[in-house]
T-cell receptor
Framework: AQKITQTQPGMFVQEKEAVTLDCTYD???????LFWYKQPSSGEMIFLIY??????QNATEGRYSLNFQKARKSANLVISASQLGDSAMYFC???????????FGKGNQVVVIP | GAGVSQSPSNKVTEKGKDVELRCDPI?????LYWYRQSLGQGLEFLIY????????KSGLPSDRFSAERTGGSVSTLTIQRTQQEDSAVYLC??????????????FGSGTRLTVV
């Protein structure tokens, strides 16, 4: 069964605007972690932000913030003040307790236009 | 090294041949992971190493796939008798101890394998 769902089609966003990338997850484990990665056209995977299931506050890292809604099992990524360099694929991933693997979604394509 | 290094960056091979993909993790990272990314897809877990042992190899798709890690450092992923469906980008990642919150993995740039 799919654990991470990212269903948005490719997105175009104007430079300097904010964009929200949707991610929903499925787990019965009360302890888990959620991650977002960026994959530019060069192919490397770049870690952006982490949210733990017991964290009381939404995670933030610079222009990245995670809108964590535990009851809805959603962990949307918000990129504020988009830059041209933000054009990339973005992957949501989850790690469940006692499991060292990350389960990845299929990604969201973002293109920032000037 | 400063990052996770993978070689070769690109590999084209004929169907039926064996290939070896190499991963050199960040020094001191005891955990090492192999993932596969097919065109337009997310990442598919293959195998996890802690030190030289592989406590989770459940993601290897068939017995044509094997991996080893020696000296708690370099890992080699071997695909025997390659098939066209093996064409993908193979990504290696490492992390300190097991996957610790706030760090995620550090990924290499991947090996793009094309089976013709």
């Amino acid at each position: 069964a799919q654990k991470i769902t990212q269903t948005q089609p490719g997105m175009f966003v104007q430079e300097k605007e904010a964009v929200t990338l949707d991610c929903t997850y499925d787990t019965s484990d009360p302890s888990y972690g959620l991650f977002w990665y960026k994959q530019p056209s060069s192919g490397e995977m770049i870690f952006l932000i982490y949210q733990g299931s017991y964290d009381q506050q939404n995670a933030t890292e610079g222009r990245y913030s995670l809108n964590f809604q535990k009851a809805r099992k959603s962990a949307n990524l918000v990129i504020s003040a988009s830059q041209l360099g933000d054009s990339a694929m973005y992957f949501c991933a989850m790690r469940e307790r006692g499991n060292n693997r990350l389960a990845f979604g299929k990604g969201n394509q973002v293109v920032v236009i000037p | 090294g400063a990052g996770v290094s993978q070689s070769p960056s690109n590999k084209v091979t004929e169907k039926g041949k064996d290939v070896e993909l190499r991963c050199d993790p960040i020094s001191g990272h005891t955990a090492l992971y192999w993932y596969r990314q097919s065109l337009g897809q997310g990442l598919e877990f293959l195998i996890y190493f802690q030190g030289n042992s592989a406590p989770d190899k459940s993601g290897l798709p068939s017995d044509r796939f094997s991996a080893e890690r020696t000296g708690g450092s370099v890992s080699t992923l071997t695909i025997q008798r390659t098939q066209q469906e093996d064409s993908a980008v193979y990504l290696c990642a490492s992390s300190h101890r097991d996957l610790i919150a706030n760090y995620g993995y550090t990924f290499g740039s991947g090996t793009r394998l094309t089976v013709v």
